[in-house]
């Protein structure tokens, strides 16, 4: 996908990176994202790989704006509680780069639609709020063979890793299945500049891959705890499964 002058002058500053260049800004453009969810991580998941030039970005949200989620959505304003996250998301990604064609899905992510939805893109990332959500991810990227970039939030803590990439561990490596996990409750306590953080290292991640990159944080763990200032990596070791 060759890029237009209005492209270039756009996207400059990568280009100008000995990393990206002409080439790899094609290879973005090229690109088709499925984010899953479209809130605190969301929000800035989808902008800046919107801002990036990744051709297709397609938005799974059924949820609708509330008062409670403007301290750290950042997609959104007061004029949009009671409206669709998905489809003000797509409104404004529209309007921040036109040269993106943008996707939104007001449904959530189920048994039935995450084989057919996942398998028209190209990487999936994880931006949900609940744990059986990330097994319908990871199962359906082990299927069709997607590499999977996982984040989570929880008060002042966050994750980051790579799943699936290159026959690399999958969530299920990391996290055992358990049915407990259909009722489980995430603390929804968050200081709000913590999606920000998180989800901007899951676009980096997400670029890293269609760059081929090395240092992708496949068979790696990145825990973060901004009230602390620690940053620890953990090693996730891939284990002998059939799905």
Known sequence: MSLTSKEKERYNRHIILQDIGIRGQEKIKATNVLVVGAGGLGSPILYYLTAAGIGHVGIMDDDVVSESNL?????????????????????????????????????RLSQDNALEIISEYDIVIDATDNLYARYLINDACVKLGKPFVYGSICEFSGQVSVFNYQNGPTYRDLFEYSDDIKNFSQPSGVI?????????????????????????????????????????TFTIQKKARSL
């Open 71 to 107: 301290q750290r959505q950042i997609l959104y304003d007061t004029t949009h509680v009671g409206t669709s996250k998905a489809t003000v998301a797509a409104d404004k990604l529209n309007r921040l780069n036109p040269f993106c064609r943008i996707t939104p899905y007001t449904t």
């Open 192 to 232: 709000g500049a913590l999606p920000g953080i998180i989800g901007s290292l899951q676009v980096n991640e997400t670029i890293k891959i269609i760059l081929e990159k090395p240092g992708v944080l496949s068979g790696k763990l990145l825990t973060i705890d901004i009230l602390n200032n620690t940053y620890l």
